[in-house]
T-cell receptor, first 113, second 109 residues
Framework: KAGVTQTPRYLIKTRGQQVTLSCSPI?????VSWYQQTPGQGLQFLFE???????NKGNFPGRFSGRQFSNSRSEMNVSTLELGDSALYLC????????????FGQGTRLTVV | GIQVEQSPPDLILQEGANSTLRCNFS?????LQWFHQNPWGQLINLFY???GTKQNGRLSATTVATERYSLLYISSSQTTDSGVYFC???????????FGPGTSLSVIP
């Protein structure tokens, strides 16, 4: 079956702009989690959605938000981009929240200039 | 919050050698997973192992939850094993996933 699909793969934005990233989970998976990976901070948890509801959130400012649709696809949005938001954004899907194996997409590489 | 440490931070192996990677965590966890991130950035789930021992081919993992550590064994290493190995734990209290800093492995022919 198809894996986790993230689009776009690469993105370049200017400071102050906003960006929306998309994640389509494995068919049948209802939980989607988002992570940010940077050289300085490593992998950090952003938030998790299950059945269209945000279950929890990491320590990120309100500029980072997300949502999940009825087909389990998820989007995350970053407003008022800062240079420090440049990172690899990864999403993972699992059958149920955080208590089963998680499978990751290839990520979206965001560069803010 | 919970602290996750991994050792060693870097490891260089000759092809065919064996290695052991360690993950220590500072509090009880609901879940522990091992991942491999290849040089192209793709994260692959290796093991879901909150406790006990599992094996998959040349890889095996053991988690001793009562002593708050997990070990990943790689036997007969191959160049395709190169990349970064992360352990990730789910906090019991805050229901968040925390990743360790990773072990960067380079397997040379």
């Amino acid at each position: 079956k198809a894996g986790v699909t993230q689009t776009p793969r690469y993105l370049i934005k200017t400071r102050g702009q906003q960006v929306t990233l998309s994640c389509s989970p494995i068919s049948g998976h209802r939980s989607v989690s988002w992570y940010q990976q940077t050289p300085g901070q490593g992998l950090q948890f952003l938030f998790e959605y299950f059945s269209e509801t945000q279950r929890n959130k990491g320590n990120f400012p309100g500029r980072f938000s997300g949502r999940q649709f009825s087909n389990s696809r998820s989007e995350m949005n970053v407003s008022t981009l800062e240079l420090g938001d440049s990172a690899l954004y990864l999403c993972a899907s699992s059958l149920t929240p955080m208590n089963t194996e998680a499978f990751f997409g290839q990520g979206t590489r965001l560069t803010v200039v | 919050g919970i602290q996750v440490e991994q050792s060693p931070p870097d490891l260089i192996l000759q092809e065919g050698a064996n290695s052991t990677l360690r993950c220590n965590f500072s509090d009880s966890v609901n879940n522990l997973q091992w991942f491999h991130q290849n040089p192209w950035g793709q994260l692959i789930n290796l093991f879901y192992i909150p406790s006990g021992t599992k094996q998959n081919g040349r890889l095996s993992a053991t988690t001793v939850a009562t002593e708050r550590y997990s070990l990943l064994y790689i036997s007969s290493s191959q160049t395709t094993d190169s990349g970064v190995y992360f352990c990730a734990v789910e906090e019991t209290s805050y229901d968040k996933v925390i990743f360790g800093p990773g072990t960067s492995l380079s397997v040379i022919p």
